[in-house]
T-cell receptor
Framework: GAVVSQHPSRVICKSGTSVKIECRSL??????MFWYRQFPKKSLMLMAT?????????EQGVEKDKFLINHASLTLSTLTVTSAHPEDSSFYIC??????????????FGPGTRLTVL | EDQVTQSPEALRLQEGESSSLNCSYT??????LFWYRQDPGKGPEFLFT???AGEEKEKERLKATLTKKESFLHITAPKPEDSATYLC???????????FGAGTTVTVRA
């Protein structure tokens, strides 16, 4: 149980284009999902909290117009990197919390998406 | 501001050589402390959640303990497949956000 998927696993795009990354909870419902960014040999940096049916909450320093987040259902959140530039190249990871598991605050992570912007 | 510090940064072990990883934290109020394992190019895999000082949890060769200031992840008789980066994270508020430490990269040689 508690499986989270991400698609695509890898994406290469040209500078100036937009890229959409999907995060799905496969066997549970998630009212809250989180998006992280991870640089090589560094830890996870929280970018934003995605709430089903409402606007995402962004961490300080994260451009909300550049990283668009949509959480349209209890099992799907999407991150769109708009007008991508080489500095946006990174490993993007999502996580989800099982909203029915009130006894635990555990977040389950997806496998990550490697974005390379040329 | 919440701070999570993991040590050592890297740990090289011989197969069967037990050791411990440290996660020290400075937070205003701890709701939970989490341990994850991350393999290269993969997302973190959940290992344990600890909620209160004195709590211990075990899974195969791993055992996590918690005090009011730090947590330890003990690896008993490690095998090469235990090689990974182990991440510690704390949760302090009811918005479920996690603050991660930098991780300890463990390499176990056969």
């Amino acid at each position: 149980g508690a499986v989270v998927s991400q698609h695509p696993s890898r994406v290469i795009c040209k500078s100036g284009t937009s890229v959409k990354i999907e995060c799905r909870s496969l066997d549970f419902q998630a009212t809250t999902m989180f998006w992280y960014r991870q640089f090589p040999k560094k830890s996870l940096m929280l970018m934003a909290t995605s709430n089903e049916g409402s606007k995402a909450t962004y961490e300080q320093g994260v451009e909300k117009d550049k990283f668009l987040i949509n959480h349209a259902s209890l099992t799907l959140s999407t991150l769109t990197v708009t007008s991508a530039h080489p500095e946006d190249s990174s490993f993007y990871i999502c996580s989800a919390r099982d909203w029915l598991a009130s006894s635990t605050d555990t977040q389950y992570f997806g496998p990550g998406t490697r974005l390379t912007v040329l | 501001e919440d701070q999570v510090t993991q040590s050592p940064e890297a740990l090289r072990l011989q197969e069967g050589e037990s050791s411990s990883l440290n996660c020290s934290y400075t937070v205003s109020g701890l709701r939970g402390l989490f341990w994850y394992r991350q393999d290269p190019g993969k997302g973190p895999e959940f290992l344990f959640t600890l909620y209160s000082a004195g709590e211990e949890k075990e899974k195969e060769r791993l055992k996590a303990t918690l005090t009011k200031k730090e947590s330890f992840l003990h690896i008993t008789a490690p095998k090469p497949e235990d090689s990974a980066t182990y991440l510690c994270a704390v949760q302090t508020s009811n918005d479920y956000k996690l603050s991660f430490g930098a991780g300890t990269t463990v390499t176990v040689r056969a």
